[in-house]
């Protein structure tokens, strides 16, 4: 019979000290209270004072969560005395650079999916800046778990046209083996993890691999520091896995930075149907964790929050962040959704007239004398013919080999598999009539292992 051993030695070393002798310190410290106190010390309500007046809080008689933003729609500094930006022009230059190209390809491949080459697309308009300006202030060694609309996170964090193109036609070349929708990109260095379709899943598996990183710089502390970035749109804080995911960050104290992209609608559902709080920057208040509220079309706003976001995440041993990125959701949620359905047209074109984060940083860049009308219309013909080309190309490209419907799932191929692969072959070989393997990298010799 085995021992039971005890509980020293059944918890990891790691864990001891959060298990044991801190926890306990944490817990005296909260729970003591001397006679006459004037608060209460009980956990879960620490530093909370007495009072002999009843009164419930409501949520409407207290002021709304500030947006921090650093210029105006019209690309003007708010604050004509604040410090310069600590990023140089050229940065600059990239960044409106990189939300151009996801602009005009957006465009191009929404256009290609209405025309029956491309199964489905999802674009960003209206949302560059938020993708963009955060992405800026990470570092290669980041991890990234996106939703489906970070088309700039991977632009600027070195996706190039072919990369996008591959994926989006499932080729040859595709990371992912052409096994995913499309736009549901991924890679492993700049360390970002494939999208997924199912919504707010990628949230408790970000606080779960923060909590991974923040045991591995305990156990390496040379290891360079890291945190994770999670996407997600204010429809997703709907999903229970939302809260779950929060709450797991702020209890482990995760070096996670949680990024919402509140835009106004989760598909065809408006946020004042969705929620009757002060928007998704409460609720993360309400978990004990470090929250800000930002003008999500200034980019600049974007860089600083995201930033400064990280260094906190990194202070105090790690601790989740918060960012709620305000915009508007100019296109339709997908290529399978008609948004006029359930908003008037007008209220489109006047959030395209009033603000936009292309448009906002592009007059700021004019007002500094770094950018102008030819250098637009040269920066627009060279990008859309660079996408049409890598788009030309990537269509024109074979299906990865059909092996892969099988590999990549267990380090070695189960007997199971290797049957079932077996079993395809003979059916192929049988009927070669009924299937045209020309598009397959390999043909029927794709089953085989290279």
């Not at 993708?131 to 070195?158: H, I, K, M, N």
């Not at 779950?244 to 106004?264: E, H, K, Q, Y």
């Not at 989760?266 to 964790?289: F, H, M, V, W």
């Amino acid at each position: 019979m085995t021992p039971i051993l005890p509980l020293s030695r059944r918890i990891p070393p790691i864990a001891r000290p959060l298990c044991r002798s801190t926890l306990s310190k944490r817990w005296s410290t909260s729970i003591s209270q001397r006679p006459g106190s004037d608060r209460v010390r009980f956990p879960g309500a620490v530093n909370s004072k007495f009072t002999t007046e009843m009164a419930f809080i409501n949520p409407q008689d207290g002021a709304g969560i500030p947006t921090y933003r650093v210029m105006d729609s019209d690309g003007v500094l708010v604050d004509a005395g604040r410090k310069k930006l600590d990023v140089s022009n050229e940065e600059i230059l990239t960044w409106y650079k990189n939300m151009l190209t996801v602009s005009i390809m957006d465009v191009i491949m929404f256009e290609a999916q209405r025309q029956g080459r491309l199964s489905f697309y999802m674009v960003s308009a209206g949302e560059e800046g938020i993708s963009v300006g955060s992405a800026a202030a990470l570092t290669p060694d980041d991890v990234v778990f996106a939703q489906y609309r970070e088309t700039g996170v991977f632009q600027q964090r070195g996706f190039t046209l072919k990369n996008f193109m591959s994926q989006l036609f499932a080729n040859a070349n595709d990371n992912g083996r052409g096994r995913n929708m499309p736009v549901h990109y991924g890679c492993k260095y700049p360390r970002t993890h494939t999208i997924s379709s199912t919504l707010a899943t990628q949230i408790p598996h970000a606080s779960g691999a923060a909590y991974a990183l923040k045991l591995q710089s305990l156990q390496n502390p040379d290891t360079p520091p890291r945190i994770v970035t999670c996407y997600f749109g204010e429809g997703a804080a709907s999903e229970g896995d939302f809260h779950a995911g929060l709450n797991i960050a702020a209890t482990r104290s995760s070096p996670v930075v949680f990024i919402c992209r509140n835009n106004g609608y989760a598909i065809s559902t408006p946020t004042l149907e969705q929620y009757r709080g002060d928007g998704i920057a409460s609720r993360g208040i309400g978990y004990g964790i470090d929250t800000i509220r930002v003008d999500g079309n200034d980019i600049f706003a974007v860089y600083e929050a995201m930033r400064d976001a990280r260094k906190l995440a990194l202070s105090d041993g790690g601790k989740p962040v918060l960012i709620e990125a305000m915009s508007y959701r100019v296109s339709h949620h997908s290529t399978s959704d008609d948004s006029f359905a359930y908003r008037a047209r007008i209220e489109v074109e006047d959030w395209k007239r009033r603000d936009n984060p292309i448009i906002r940083l592009r007059k700021w860049l004019e007002n500094e004398g770094l950018w102008n009308e030819d250098m637009e219309q040269e920066a627009r013909v060279n990008i859309r013919k660079e996408v049409l080309q890598e788009f030309g190309a990537a269509e024109r490209e074979k299906k990865p080999a059909i092996r892969y419907a099988f590999e990549d799932v267990y380090d070695e191929l189960t007997d199971e598999a290797k049957e079932q692969m077996a079993e395809l072959k003979r059916i192929l070989e049988t009927y070669p009539e009924e299937y045209d393997l020309r598009q397959f990298e390999g043909g029927i010799k794709g089953l085989e292992k290279e």
